[in-house]
């Protein structure tokens, strides 16, 4: 069974750091076609930075230059290096993969349970 499973969520001041974590599982891991999505809310969810299925990498603007994805394919993971954080970060962070890879569709079909970012000013 797909899962995945996020951690390191956590309350931070303006300006801090945090490093969220993706553990993968169930599937074949390729660091391709999977992201990281985050809710705060009365908003929409958005992207934050995604793997397109080349490996290219899609940053939502507000989050350019201050936050970074990197992976450990050994250890199946994911990772979002979140810098200088902002109240505006403030979400529900969601990891998120889709399952084949090679869909053409640009649908996500697998989630993780979330991870809160609270940070304040």
């Known amino acids: 069974q797909v899962q995945l499973q996020e951690s390191g969520g956590g309350s931070v001041q303006s300006g801090g750091s945090l490093r969220l974590s993706c553990a993968a599982s169930?599937?074949?891991?390729?660091?391709?076609?999977m992201g990281w999505f985050r809710q705060a809310p009365g908003k929409e969810r958005e992207r934050v930075i995604t793997?397109?299925?080349?490996?290219?990498?899609t940053s939502a603007d507000s989050v350019r230059g201050r936050f970074t994805v990197s992976l450990d394919n050994g250890k199946r993971t994911m990772y979002l290096q979140m810098n200088s954080l902002k109240p505006e970060d403030t979400a529900m962070y969601y990891c998120?993969?889709?399952?084949?890879?090679?869909?053409?569709?640009?649908?996500?079909?697998?989630w993780g349970q979330g991870t809160q970012v609270t940070v304040s000013s």
């Open positions: 998120a993969t889709r399952i084949p890879c090679s869909s053409i569709q640009n649908l996500y079909n697998y």
């Open positions: 169930g599937y074949t891991f390729s660091g391709r076609c």
């Open positions: 793997f397109d299925r080349y490996g290219s990498t």
